[in-house]
């Protein structure tokens, strides 16, 4: 079964700063990946999806994020954060199998610093 | 463009009481639905899905059910209500297919009493 691994619970950057928030993954075949973003109290934002070819796969606001096949990884990152990037990140695989859902990751609190 | 509406936003019920969320999915024909939890600290867990009218796939035994009685409506119920069912409870849609991308809707914050 996949599995999605968020080592980060919180993180604290400074605004203006570089971000990176990782991920890694654990799936057989090749995975379907996500990044999502929640504001407190809302649903979530698809930010980011690869699916197959180039590994960096650009997203909304700014985000971007690399495939990396041999450290299973999926990291997001963002060149200069800004205080309303303050949210949870959550990364997500497909099954692969069927229509069922994602598997995610227990994500990443991001906490901005003035 | 397609939308996605979840109601009621909050809701607050006794322990032992029934329960009814509903979802719904504008701009999209036969989508995949989902229900998901969202407990404090634990990411989110996969409850039901649907491909398709009263087609429903159960992730988790739990004393909840869902239904989906139109192409675009998701239900989600319960009978009794317990204490360990407060969270917050996010619908959500893609696109026929597998592997597509998720929807959210804004959730819906359960508290029992």
């Known amino acids: 079964a996949q599995s999605v691994t968020q080592p980060d619970i919180h993180i604290t950057v400074s605004e203006g700063a570089s971000l990176e928030l990782r991920c890694n993954y654990s799936y057989g075949a090749t995975p379907y990946l996500f990044w999502y973003v929640q504001s407190p109290g809302q649903g979530l934002q698809l930010l980011l999806k690869?699916?197959?070819?180039?590994?960096l796969v650009q997203g909304i606001k700014g985000f971007e994020a690399e495939f990396k096949r041999s450290q299973s990884s999926f990291n997001l990152r963002k060149p200069s954060v800004h205080w309303s990037d303050a949210a949870e990140y959550f990364c997500a695989v497909a099954s692969g199998g069927g229509a069922d859902g994602l598997t995610f990751g227990k994500g990443t609190h991001l906490i901005i610093q003035p | 463009s397609q939308t996605i509406h979840q109601w009621p936003a909050t809701l607050v019920q006794p322990v032992g009481s029934p329960l009814s969320l509903e979802c719904t999915v504008e701009?999209?024909?036969?989508?995949?639905l989902y229900w998901y939890r969202q407990a404090a600290g634990r990411g989110l867990q996969l409850l039901f899905y649907?491909?398709?009218?009263?087609?429903i796939s159960s992730e988790v035994p739990q004393n909840l059910s869902a239904s989906r009685p139109q192409d675009r409506q998701f239900i989600l119920s319960s009978k009794k209500l317990l204490l360990s069912d407060s969270g917050f409870y996010l619908c959500?849609?893609?696109?026929?297919?597998?592997?597509?991308?998720?929807?959210f809707g804004d959730g819906t914050r359960l508290s029992i009493l």
């Open positions: 690869y699916f197959s070819g180039d590994t």
């Open positions: 959500a849609w893609s696109v026929t297919g597998t592997n597509q991308p998720q929807h």
């Open positions: 701009g999209t024909s036969n989508p995949n």
């Open positions: 649907s491909v398709g009218i009263g087609q």
